[in-house]
């Protein structure tokens, strides 16, 4: 299995309060993903990085920010969390830029906003 | 931008028979992959199976195979002898060869194995 960790695994928050999620992983992968679940949604993606300090916006990034300070952790923040960001967020890494690498997941955080 | 469709909310098994999951896409790309990726309770996300577009040949993994028809943006997954271990949620995947990032999932469909 891929070296990737998340933390925290569950977290309950209070809407208008921020929210900071971690993807830590040892695999010295360049490229690191962070989509979220739904229901009927399949998994979306956030942001995403390719490198220390270079992230970019995904398909859903309203509401959230991201940063990259080192190769290993990658962080989602919610900056003021409200009910609709009540989802299950995945953390994924990638060899290389080329589209025959595949993702490996991690094992997601379930974050539930009252 | 491509969407991928699974239209089988949920689907059951008998142990040991063969089941076949549905997908299909919608794409203007010539060049691409397809990914089944198994979701168990635990909720971690394991890759089954992978085709890519450029190949006629069909993927195989073991008990695991697809019938890939790019004309018609199909991808199914077929499992035979299925046990129980493979009730899980499936997730049909289309990544874009021109985009590192384009990764579109399905909704899923949720497999129950019945002993």
């Known amino acids: 299995d891929a070296g990737i960790t998340q933390s925290p695994r569950h977290k309950v928050t209070e809407t208008g309060t921020p929210v900071t999620l971690r993807c830590h992983q040892t695999?010295?992968?360049?490229?690191m993903y962070w989509y979220r679940q739904d229901p009927g949604h399949g998994l979306r993606l956030i942001h995403y990085s390719y490198g220390v300090k270079d992230t970019d916006k995904g398909e859903v990034s309203d509401g959230y920010s991201v940063s990259r300070s080192k190769t290993e952790d990658f962080l989602l923040t919610l900056e003021s969390a409200t009910s609709s960001q009540t989802s299950v967020y995945f953390c994924?890494?990638?060899?290389?830029?080329?589209?025959?690498?595949?993702?490996?997941f991690g094992p997601g955080t379930r974050l539930t906003v009252t | 931008a491509q969407t991928v469709t699974q239209s089988q909310p949920e689907m059951s098994v008998q142990e040991a028979e063969t089941v076949t999951l549905s997908c299909t896409y919608d794409t203007s790309e010539s060049d691409y992959y397809l990914f089944w990726y198994k979701q168990p309770p635990s909720r971690q996300m394991i890759l089954v199976i992978r085709q890519e577009a450029y190949k006629q040949q069909n993927a195989t993994e073991n008990r695991f195979s697809v019938n890939f028809q790019k004309a018609a943006k199909s991808f199914s997954l077929k499992i035979s002898d299925s046990q129980l271990g493979d009730a899980a949620m499936y997730f049909c995947?289309?990544?874009?060869?021109?985009?590192?990032?384009?990764?579109?999932f399905g909704a899923g469909t949720r497999l129950t194995v019945k002993p």
């Open positions: 994924a890494i990638s060899e290389g830029r080329l589209f025959t690498y595949e993702q490996y």
């Open positions: 695999e010295n992968h360049r490229y």
């Open positions: 995947a289309y990544r874009s060869p021109y985009n590192n990032n384009d990764m579109r």
